[in-house]
């Protein structure tokens, strides 16, 4: 101790707090990113409802789901707007109370304070849970989560207090706190299960009754069966959106339901408690980038020596000298809460992965993982400096698994900003009830459904509530056959999209297709069915497409959120072009043409030529035509039919010359085309 000056002494002291532990591991694991991304998943449809229809929206959005969380998310936006970093500081402060709210919970247990607060470590970085940036919508799991750990706290602190006034406020703080869980969704709901467990556990050792042990826990029983008879017989739409799958099966055939559940079971607990850990050797490869790399390992590295420090800097005597005992029974709580945690995923026949988006699934296990790590390494007889080592190692190792999903998250937001920019080059406007298909994008943290709420907030920002929802995105491996009966034209489209409802027709549609980084395309109907290039799925909906949907003004452009419109590379130009030649101006397709081709850019698809090539000709630039259409086909054979379909559609609407024919004679030579139709 002698050996530490006093002032580095304190300031150890106060950074070996719990809460300042936690707080500096969230922000070096989670808090580089906070200026460079966005909104992803569920939040860019929730901020849209947010924003257009306010708390009446929200409500009917949660309205068939979860009600009484959706009251915090009405509060929550009218605080925070709608801009994404405070909605990461927001997920950040809650994963971190969540985090700190699991320490306080093993310091009731546990003397070993560096052991609570490894666990607490663990939780805040655990590898299998890659969606945090996710930020609006997990930052209220994480309240949820905060809400149900501190209950527990209040509650074993109001049987332990030594006066009546303490042990009332606890009391009816941890209540409280038992019913914002459980009234609140399902994730955590049977993890209140454990309660009696932990009261037990708690008070032993103290001469109290098994009556008296009943009369602390009975308000918290109270709740739980108020809790179940509201879900069970007065939310009328507790199984809408998942249902008890597992109650059908075993009904069905009781034994093979069971040898099933057993397996799920088994390999569940297995992927959230062991096979989680490879994820911390499975490194990128050289095309993640250096800088990428850079800040990967900077920031890993500046967290490894932060705990050392911490952990390994002599400031006080080990607190360690406690009973095994302690943590066998944790170790076998631990087991039980996994157990608990994945009732109502086995129940509903969730599927639970390590990978996105059903990773969300292995939020209820991960305090149940820490715990059972940090208890089997203290049941070990190891040295307290190798146990400490081995976690931090195992800590830091995480936090780097989560700096390189923030990397994946920070280029998806691009790739997003990208497409919506891109979209309101090339569609202005667009007429209500339009229906966009498109293959499933390269967006990684994105669905159709979320991504319907972002073409609405360019699209129709000024949506009151009651309106009907006037554009959806659809792809159709997802929809066909449920929202979409079957891809014929002139088929009516309803969808009840919870905070409203759309209504449309197969005939009435665009198909999109992006790919970056070539730029994205409103697919041409007439040239590309037979364009290989594009996936099959899209090809499959190019026949519906109609043009007339695309209006020239007013022109929208994408939510500030997407911050300043791109600077004017080829592919604005390439937009314009597309805009213009559906319009048949072929004078604005040659003057684009001019500046485009003069650019440092060039096309990365040669289906990007097509406005040009159209223009040339219709201009009587045969010579251009013919040059631009060259460079497309030598690129790939797969695209010289949809060339010939060009062609075929340049032969039919443009006036007859010499210089034509020697034009399409070359075509159809050098592509081979067939006759048209």
């Known amino acids: 101790m002698k050996a530490i000056p006093r002032a580095l002494y304190k300031l150890l002291k106060f950074f070996s707090a719990p809460a300042v532990v936690l707080a500096v591991a969230a922000v070096l694991v989670y808090g580089f990113f906070t200026p460079f991304l966005g909104y992803y998943w569920d939040d860019l449809m929730l901020h849209w409802i947010a924003e257009t229809q306010g708390s009446a929206g929200l409500a009917a959005y949660f309205s068939t789901n979860r009600p009484v969380w959706g009251l915090f998310y009405q509060i929550t936006t009218s605080i925070l707007g709608n801009q994404p970093w405070q909605w990461l500081v927001f997920a950040l402060f809650w994963r971190w109370l969540a985090a700190l709210g699991l320490v306080f919970l093993l310091r009731q247990f546990w003397q070993n304070k560096s052991a609570a607060l490894l666990a607490g470590l663990i939780f805040l970085t655990y590898p299998g849970f890659t969606q945090q940036y996710i930020a609006m919508l997990y930052g209220h799991f994480f309240l949820i989560l905060s809400a ?17 006034s303490q042990f009332w406020l606890y009391t009816l703080s941890a209540v409280f706190l038992s019913a914002v869980n459980l009234f609140s969704m399902e ?26 042990l009943f009369s602390k826990y009975l308000p918290y029983l109270l709740v739980l069966i108020a809790a179940i008879i509201w879900r069970a017989f007065i939310f009328r739409h507790q199984t809408e959106n998942y249902e008890f799958g597992l109650l059908t099966r075993l009904a069905q055939d009781p034994l093979g339901a069971l040898f099933t559940l057993a397996g799920t079971v088994f390999y569940d607990l297995y992927q959230v408690l062991l096979k989680v850990w490879v994820l911390l050797v499975q490194f990128p490869d050289a095309a993640f980038g250096q800088r990428a790399w850079l800040v990967m390992a900077v920031f890993s590295l500046v967290l490894l020596v932060f705990l050392v420090l911490i952990f390994f800097t002599p400031r006080r005597p080990p607190s360690d000298a406690e009973s095994n005992k302690n943590y066998r029974n944790s170790l076998l709580l631990s087991l039980l809460t996994l157990l608990l945690a994945g009732v109502p995923f086995w129940l509903t026949n969730i599927p639970i992965s390590l990978t996105f988006p059903n990773d969300r699934f292995t939020l209820p296990f991960i305090a149940a993982v820490a715990v059972f790590w940090v208890s089997l390494l203290m049941i070990f007889p190891l040295h307290n400096r190798l146990r400490n080592a081995l976690l931090i190692a195992v ?31 090339r569609v202005p406007d667009m007429r209500e009830n339009t229906i966009l298909f498109s293959h499933e994008l390269p967006l990684t943290y994105f669905s159709d459904n979320s991504l319907t709420g972002g073409f609405n907030w360019i699209y129709a920002g000024d949506l009151q509530p009651g309106d009907k929802i006037p554009y959806v995105l659809y792809y159709p491996t997802i929809r066909v056959g449920l929202a979409v009966k079957d891809l014929t034209p002139d088929q009516p489209v309803d969808q009840n999209l919870l905070v409203g409802s759309f209504s449309g027709n197969t005939s009435k549609s665009l198909a999109l297709f992006y790919q970056p980084p070539a730029c994205l395309r409103v697919l041409d109907p007439e040239t590309e069915p037979d364009n290989w290039m594009v996936p099959l799925q899209v090809r499959e909906t190019i026949h519906l497409t109609n043009w007339q949907v695309i209006l020239p003004e007013p022109a929208h452009t994408p939510p500030s959120i997407y911050g300043a419109e791109p600077a004017h590379t080829w592919c604005y130009y390439f937009q314009k072009a597309d805009l213009a030649r559906q319009q ?15 650019l440092d850019d060039h096309p990365n698809d040669p289906m990007e030529r097509t406005p040009f090539i159209e223009a040339y000709a219709h201009l009587g630039d045969w010579q251009a035509a013919l040059d631009q259409t060259q460079q497309s086909a030598a690129v790939s054979t797969v695209i010289h039919p949809a060339l010939c379909r060009l062609w075929g559609r340049i032969e039919r609407e443009t006036q007859a010359s010499a210089e034509k024919d020697e034009a399409l004679r070359k075509i159809i030579l050098d592509l081979n085309c067939e006759p048209q139709p």
């Not at 993890?191 to 009556?211: D, I, Q, W």
């Not at 800590?395 to 497409?419: C, K, M, P």
């Not at 048949?584 to 003069?598: I, K, N, P, Y």
């Open 584 to 598: 048949g101006d072929w004078e604005q397709v040659s003057r684009l043409a001019d500046t485009a081709f003069a």
């Open 187 to 212: 994730y955590f709901f049977t993890l209140e299960l454990l309660r009696p467990l932990l009261l037990y556990v708690a008070m032993r050792g103290k001469t109290l009754a098994k009556r008296n």
């Open 148 to 164: 149900f750990f501190f209950s527990l706290v209040f509650n074993i602190k109001a049987i332990r207090s030594s006066s009546q």
């Open 395 to 425: 800590i830091a190792l995480s936090a780097s698994v989560h700096l390189r999903n923030g990397i994946h998250y920070q280029r998806d937001w691009e790739n997003q900003t990208r497409f919506f920019w891109q979209l309101t080059w």
